[in-house]
Each structure stands twice: as structure tokens, then as C-alpha cells.
């Protein structure tokens, strides 16, 4: 929201700068075209069409959220590989002592070996004997009771969570976007009231000049139409600067390489659906409230997950092994090279049912879990009034501004008669050049205020396109 934020400072700027606030040094005028547009160059157009289009493609912030998804795609695969078969291997060579065993080796995560063999029962015998291991294991997952799917569920929760917040994202950027391109053509349109009023002062200067020359208006009247003309030409100057930092405030939502943008003629904008029948539709309309639901979701679905891991897990394995050890056998030959070569092949075959009949920690985890769903379901209903709230005052906003933008459209017209009125007066050297500079400040200020209320409809217009997520 900064960038929108700076953009109404920029429009506020603009006012201010055409209000006509302060008052230069006589001759600046004369520089204008030096200061108007220098250094940057001519900026090229994009409209608002295009600008959305690219920065939906290419703008790092929605190129972030996009990236979201993706790990978040990874993550539920990673829960679905747990159905695959489990393949893996081991080779073990150590010494020790061999009490009671033919062979010893470690137990490994990867393979699941029973042990096989036998020595005499010896408690006083401490020289070592060596042991060799190698082997090949496969391991299925035949029934889980649940264990997995449950884990998938909370994974594709998360991967909804992630997409909904995508989504979200691309809404808020395109709202950065048009409030952007909407400040450009403000900007533009009240620099050309401020250059428009600069042209009609240097007439009236010119006309006072010539006044005073042949004898027929006192100096003062030239004074105050010089001091009119710079009056103008200031506010001409900051207007032109302002409608810089719109384009560069533009290019940067935008997110082109840039260093401004400018804007079109204008982009139309229809009516709005009607406000009963959004609000009753909100759930589906705001992706405010849909990620508050999927919030939610995730969160149910990860309580089941925890739940799930207590239950039991069914198990094919197979190994095929060769071993050996140095100590002597209760029967059977003696093996050559003492138990350093793995030459007593074995193979086996079974199933294995492993079931944490009690475990306190995931017991824990599991009614945390249930838990955060009260936080979620209450974060999820004050989701719902606070965006019914902003859906409602959004709707207000674009009522006002249009409504406000007719009675500016009907001040503007007004003060062009009274213009009109005050420069007739004065070229019949009837009126003054303090009335026709109070004629000439009163319809630039409205068409200013014309531009910003038009500049305000159509953010607000952006803004409830925004909350009941429409395309452009």
C-alpha cells in the first residue's frame, strides 16, 4: 500500500502545486521549457490493459507468491512418496566381542535384517571377534489405517492456502497498477489546466502591455498581470513535475526496467454489480475471505494429520543378506578368513505391523492443533465483517466521488462562464486585470478539482474491483 499511498500524496501534490500557493521571481517563466520533462527523456506508453498483463507476468512480488506454490506443490508430494517402495542397502565390517551371536551388525533405518545365528552363552570370554554384514532390502507400505492420506490432505491444504494467497496477490497488484495509471492521466490532465491557464495569462499580459503603452490602463494593471503570469508559470512548472513522479511511480508498479511510464488516453470502466447482491456472494467474491477459509482448512486438515500418526502402519519387506563371524558356532563348520568375508547367504520375507500405541507428544501436537482451528475460525469471522465492512465503504467512496464529480463537472462550467464573463469585461476595459485573474484562478482550480474527482472515481472504482475480485 505504500506505492498507493505515495500516489495520493503525488495527486495532493498537484493541487497544491496549481493552487497557485506561493509566488516566484519575475522571469521564471522565461526558463519553463528547460525545467518541463528534462533530464528522463519522453517516457514510452503502456496502457492499462498491457501494464497488468506484464506485470502479472514478471513482477517480483507476485513472481514470489507463485514460487509459494510451487514449494508448496513439492511439499505434498513429498507426503504422496511415502507410498512408493523404499529401497536400500548396507555393508558393515567391525570387531567386537561375540557373546551369544554368530554374527553382529547395527541396526539401520534403511533395511530391515532379522538376526539370524547363534554362539554359546559366554560371560567371561572378552577377546573380539570379527563380523561381517552386507544386504539388500525392499520395503512396502501395504495398509496405513489413514496414516498417509491424511498427511496429503493437510499437504494440498496448504497448497490452496498458498494458491488463494497468489491470487490475492495478483488482485492487490493490479489495484497498484491502475491506481498508478489513473494518477498518470490526473496528473496529466492538471497540467494541461495549469499550461492552458499559463497561455490565456500571457494573452491577458500582453493585452495589459499594450494597454498601458497606448496610454489606456495605469501600470499597475501590467504589474499584477506579470505577477499573474509567474503565478501560473510555478504552478505550470510543478505540475510538470509531478506528472513525472506519476510515471515514474507507474513504471515502478509496473515493474518494467523503466525509469517512468506513461499512460494512455483513459480506460473505461464499467458499473460495479450491485452492492445486496455482492455482499451476499462475498464468500465467493473476496480472496480475502476465501484464504481466511483455507486457513481454516489447513488447519482442521493438520489436526488430522497428527491424529493419523498414531495409528498402525503395515509393512511387506524383503532382504537378501550375506554374513559372517569370527566366533566359534554352537554347530555348523568353521567359515574360512575367520569372519571377514559375508559368505553365509540368507534371504527372508514378511510383514511388519508397527502401531505408537501411546505417544504424549504427537497426543500434544494433535490438541494444539485443535486448538489453532478456534484461532482460525475466529480470524476467518472477523475476515468476513471486516471485508463486508471495506466492500460497503468502497461502494460508498465510488457513490460519493461520482456524485461529488457531476457537481465539479457543474462548478467547472460555471467558472468558464465567469471567466468568459470577467476577459470580456476587461478587453472592453470595463473590468480590471485583479477580476480577470480572480476569473482565471477560479476555473483553473476547477478544472483541477475536475481531474482529481475524476482521478478519485476511478480509484475508487479500482478498489471494488479489487475487494469482489474482477478481472480487467
Request: proline content about 4%.
Amino acid at each position: 500500500m505504500k506505492a498507493i499511498t505515495l500516489t495520493v500524496w503525488i495527486v495532493a501534490h498537484i493541487l497544491a502545486g496549481a493552487a497557485f500557493a506561493a509566488e516566484e521571481e519575475d522571469g521564471i517563466h522565461q526558463a519553463t521549457a528547460r525545467l518541463v520533462l528534462p533530464a528522463l527523456g519522453k517516457p514510452r506508453v503502456m496502457s492499462l490493459r498491457d501494464a497488468i498483463v506484464y506485470a502479472r507476468q514478471y513482477h517480483p512480488s507476485l513472481q514470489s507468491a507463485l514460487a509459494r506454490v510451487a514449494a508448496a506443490q513439492a511439499d505434498s508430494r513429498v507426503r504422496r512418496a511415502q507410498w512408493l517402495p523404499n529401497l536400500g542397502a548396507v555393508a558393515e565390517v567391525f570387531e567386537g566381542t561375540s557373546n551369544n551371536s554368530t554374527a553382529s551388525y547395527l541396526a539401520t533405518s534403511e533395511v530391515f535384517l532379522p538376526r539370524i545365528g547363534a554362539t554359546s552363552v559366554n560371560t567371561t570370554v572378552w577377546s573380539p571377534s570379527p563380523s561381517t554384514l552386507a544386504a539388500v532390502d525392499a520395503s512396502q507400505v501395504l495398509f496405513d489405517f489413514g496414516r498417509i492420506g491424511a498427511q496429503v490432505g493437510a499437504a494440498d491444504a496448504a497448497v490452496t492456502v498458498e494458491k488463494l494467497n497468489a491470487v490475492s496477490e495478483r488482485l492487490r497488484l493490479d489495484l497498484l497498477v491502475k491506481d498508478a495509471y489513473f494518477a498518470v492521466l490526473g496528473a496529466r490532465a492538471i497540467l494541461r489546466a495549469a499550461e492552458d491557464a499559463f497561455s490565456r495569462s500571457q494573452v491577458h499580459r500582453n493585452m495589459a502591455r499594450a494597454g498601458v503603452q497606448n496610454g489606456l490602463r495605469a501600470p499597475i494593471e501590467l504589474t499584477r498581470a506579470e505577477a499573474d503570469l509567474t503565478r501560473f508559470d510555478v504552478a505550470r512548472v510543478r505540475a510538470a513535475g509531478s506528472l513525472e513522479e506519476a510515471q515514474v511511480v507507474y513504471a515502478a508498479a509496473v515493474g518494467v526496467p523503466d525509469p517512468m511510464l506513461d499512460a494512455d488516453q483513459g480506460f473505461p470502466q464499467e458499473d460495479p454489480p450491485p452492492l445486496p447482491e455482492v455482499v451476499r456472494d462475498v464468500a465467493r467474491r473476496d480472496f480475502e475471505i476465501r484464504v481466511a477459509q483455507a486457513r481454516v482448512g489447513l488447519q482442521v486438515a493438520t489436526t488430522q494429520a497428527l491424529g493419523a500418526l498414531t495409528r498402525p502402519e503395515l509393512l511387506l519387506t524383503g532382504s537378501l543378506s550375506g554374513r559372517a563371524g569370527g566366533a566359534a558356532g554352537t554347530t555348523g563348520p568353521t567359515l574360512a578368513m575367520d569372519g571377514w568375508l559375508p559368505q553365509v547367504p540368507n534371504w527372508d520375507l514378511g510383514l511388519v505391523l508397527r502401531w505408537p500405541l501411546y505417544d504424549p507428544v504427537l497426543r500434544a501436537l494433535r490438541d494444539a492443533s485443535a486448538t489453532r482451528e478456534n484461532v482460525a475460525r475466529a480470524d476467518l469471522a472477523l475476515t468476513v465483517q471486516t471485508e463486508v465492512a471495506a466492500i460497503r465503504n468502497a461502494y460508498v467512496s465510488l457513490d460519493v466521488a461520482r456524485a461529488a464529480l457531476v457537481s465539479l463537472n457543474k462548478a467547472a462550467e460555471a467558472a468558464r462562464a465567469n471567466y468568459a464573463q470577467a476577459e470580456a469585461r476587461f478587453k472592453a476595459g470595463l473590468g480590471t486585470s485583479v477580476e480577470l485573474a480572480d476569473g482565471e484562478a477560479l476555473r483553473t482550480d476547477a478544472e483541477i478539482q475536475v481531474a482529481v474527482g475524476e482521478f478519485s472515481v476511478a480509484r475508487a472504482r479500482a478498489i471494488v474491483a479489487r475487494l469482489i475480485a474482477e478481472e480487467l
